[in-house]
């Protein structure tokens, strides 16, 4: 495949026959590997990560010899953007990580690892890297986009004269500042042309390291590019699953963060079970409730980009989010955490944006606003917590069982009990 686009329809048709024989050809390597690797006694006994590594290493090379294989750039050279340039590189895809820094690329070139995001991590020694942004984006396939939300726009205009037919895939998890755009917007406004998707799941960069299985979701409405990126990253130990709800895996993404950081508070507060698992689950309520009003399917919040990132990030000390909640609920004040974590933690700048924008738009998002407030207006937040647990009385799922707002009903029904009783009472007295 030498690109996605859907430009013409023979072309596509062919190369979904090549893509589906590649595929069932890899499907069938893959079953042949994980069948030796469970007789061997892998399967079995606690999974040895490296010796499966060596022999999904051995027989990937054979999966990815189609002469036309894919070639891609990754900008961002943060715990992300290396970590899947690393699952493409290992594929055997054509794959170049552009970094901003000259003398990052000249370490990480020597080194082959990411001293300062990724310590200790060797990288496949098939990855190139580039200080060139038009070298690393020229005649690619595909463009992955890792950098934290803030530098997305300013990125895409750099590339902007060096596209010719190339897609762009996001894998950012944020919005940007003050325009509450996400990327997928900011890629319809900057290059309206190109074909694109977003990519999002439960994917903690480290863990992916380390080789521990993971999935996740390339979301686009063209099918050829869900398709390649597939072909580009899945392996024995990523599986890459499609959607077609751009908004909604992306959205997953982004919202997520914020309920990272309300989780990392609570553990600071040792809350219990029950509590995280409340916590968890008005969280999806919102995040639905804010993607059906962007045009989202409340569905897709069930998948992995939805459910499966909260559930990653909501409970791991290796989600940047996480970790600064946990500073916020140890006493330090925004500011200092962030300078502490010295990384990305997109659910920052995205607590004001959805902040604001619910208010402005009426969207009932309780835990969102309690955390502003927490965090940008001083309050404290244990009267913050007993506040949120006072919030009347709702429905579970409103899209099961949509909410009474004004709880009319049941305000009616509590008046013409305590007008009965009255009547009893004065009944009784005479
Ligand atoms: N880490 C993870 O587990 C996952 C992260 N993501 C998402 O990926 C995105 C990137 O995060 P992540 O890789 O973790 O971030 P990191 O904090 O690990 O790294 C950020 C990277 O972006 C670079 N960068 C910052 N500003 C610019 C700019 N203006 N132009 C070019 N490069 C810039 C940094 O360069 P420098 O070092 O020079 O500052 C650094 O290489 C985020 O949206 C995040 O939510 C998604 C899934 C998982
Ligand atoms: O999105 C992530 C994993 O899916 C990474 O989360 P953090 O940005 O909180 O580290």
Known sequence: MTSPNDSNKDTNNKHNDTDKQSSDKQNSLLAGIIERATKSGLGRKKLNPSAVESAVAKNMAKIHSNPTKLRLAFLGGGSFGTAMANLAARNGCDTTLWVRNKRTVKAMAKTQTNKKYLPGHKLDDRLKYSH???????DKDIIFI????LAFRETLK???PFISGQSIVSLTKGMEKDTFALMSDIIKEELPEVNFGVMSGPNLAIE????MPSATVIASESEPLRHAVQAALHSA?????????????ELGGALKNIYAIA?????????GENTKAMILTRALAEMSRFGVEAGANPLTFLGLSGVGDLYATCNS????????GNMLGRGMNIDAAVKKLGQTAEGVNTIQQVHEKATREGI????????????????AALGVALHLMEAGFRSDVEFVMAHDHSNAALTAHMKSSASKTADKDSDKDK
């Open 158 to 160: 750099n590339i902007a």
């Open 317 to 324: 000390e290796l989600s940047r989010n996480f970790r600064i």
């Open 237 to 249: 130990f990523f599986r890459v699953f499609a959607s077609d709800d751009v908004k909604g895996v």
């Open 146 to 149: 890792a950098v934290p939300g």
């Open 263 to 271: 989780m990392g508070m609570a553990a600071a507060y040792e809350v």
């Open 364 to 379: 009932y998002m309780p835990i969102t606003h309690a955390l502003y407030a927490v965090i940008y207006e001083d309050k």
């Open 132 to 138: 060139d942004l038009a070298a690393a984006v020229k």
């Open 208 to 211: 992916i390291m380390k080789n």
